[in-house]
């Protein structure tokens, strides 16, 4: 209570008088007092009690704070006071000992808030305006403020500052901001401001966010660096995902390539750290993204001829091959691999070249196989490498014949596995999810080509020992009548 009587100048022994009381006593002094020093008082005790008594200085308060950014422009002081408080009427940040009931109603304090904030889009253009202050005191908590607003109401928000003068041009000053932690909320603002906005997020890409985004990401370590660089690939996410200028935007600018050294990996791969691993795995994503099927074919073609020109297919195989890789980024590699070279003749070529560090050689298509006709490796890891296997034999009928030969007698080597005895094997497996991949894996090699079809019924299988060969369309046969579980029966059926 010495606090309040220090606020109010002073008061006789007494009753007090309660939280609403004294913010209504601190508003009538932000809006009736002459001397800037006594206004800035009172707005920092408002912002003292914002938390406290969120609802009370929200309801009373907000209007004459709004003013005090409006009139007050020369103090920087007093302009940080109120962006603060602002800021803590209208976040809604989780805390861990608050209940769902309490977090809830903080929840809708902040919705309430933010709605009566934005009724007047001038506030969102002042807010935007003092963005470009350089005093840290005024433009931090107001990075901060607007990012809490665009959390509560991102698209309302997004379409005051899409039609404000500069507006985005402003927020993305604050990328080249040498302050680190302004700089760092730029980031968090921006990915809120790009959800979901394909406007926004073209005036973005165009407004040089690529350039400056690698070059963060560059300096803070690639994918040894920290939250961070991951801030920053979920921005470049936002960005490229679903939005295909941007994505040309990228290629064109020649940024794939500078994706090349985030997958350069050592010898040892053991102790990675979990940032590491999420960096990474952003990392694969949009890589995924550039070459996505749901793009069109012309522009996923296109990102994959710079992918292997670049070196950035070798690279992903290198780790591919890798030892140490955690399983979880060994998966995405396989899956991102498989949309580098899917429907690519070249990169297809290429991935079928590729050999494993063993002794002697193996080809990484016969190493991926082995794994997925294991059924002691994650289920996650075995569907990846059938994807795989499926991208190498889209539109490929010279991967499709390769791997069909090595099923006839006459390619047959005895001395090594290959693709066709693991895929047989899988078949005839007791584990029925190797059936299954087997099969499904089988159907793709004859998808669209009726030459290999009638190859594959030279194919003879020796069931048992001692028993003549029967061929692989007979066995098939025999499994579908005598199987007892589903999946195998449809897998076969693929066949």
Sequence with gaps: MNFFRGVMGGQA???????????????????????????????????????KYRM??????????????QTDRSDSEILGYALDTLYNLICNDEEEEQDEAMQKQSDDLGAQFTEQFIQDPEHITLILSLLEEFDFHVRWPGVKLLTALLKNQGVQVQGIILVSPMGVSRLMDLLADSRE?????????????????????????FESAFERLLDIITEEGSSDGGIVVEDCLLLLLNLLKNNSSNQNFFKEGSYIQRMKPWFEVGDDNSGWSAQKVTNLHLMLQLVRVMVSPVNSPGASASCQKSMYQCGLLQQLCTILMATGVPADILTETINTVSEVIRGSQVNQDYFASVNAPSNPPRPAIVVLLMSMVNERQPFVLRCAVLYCFQCFLYKNQKGQ??????????????????????????????????????????????QDNLTQKEQLLRVQLATSLGKPPVSLLQQCTNILSQGDKIARRVSNACV
């Design 181 to 205: 932690v302004i700089r760092n909320d730029g980031l968090l603002l921006l990915q809120q401001l790009t959800k979901s906005n394909a406007a926004i997020q073209k005036i973005v890409a």
């Design 56 to 69: 009370e200085v929200g309801t009373q308060a907000m209007e004459h704070l709004i003013n005090i950014l």
């Design 13 to 51: 022994a007494g009753p007090q008088p309660s939280g609403a009381e004294t913010i209504q006593k601190l508003c009538d002094r932000v809006a009736s007092s002459t001397l800037l020093e006594d206004r800035r008082d009172a707005v920092r005790a408002l912002k003292s009690l914002s938390k």
């Design 401 to 446: 014949g390769e791997i069909v030969a090595t099923l006839l007698p006459s390619t047959i080597d005895a001395n090594s596995i290959s693709a066709g005895q693991l895929l047989c094997g899988g078949l005839f497996s007791a584990d029925s999810l190797s059936n299954w991949c087997a099969s499904v894996a089988l159907a793709h090699a004859l």
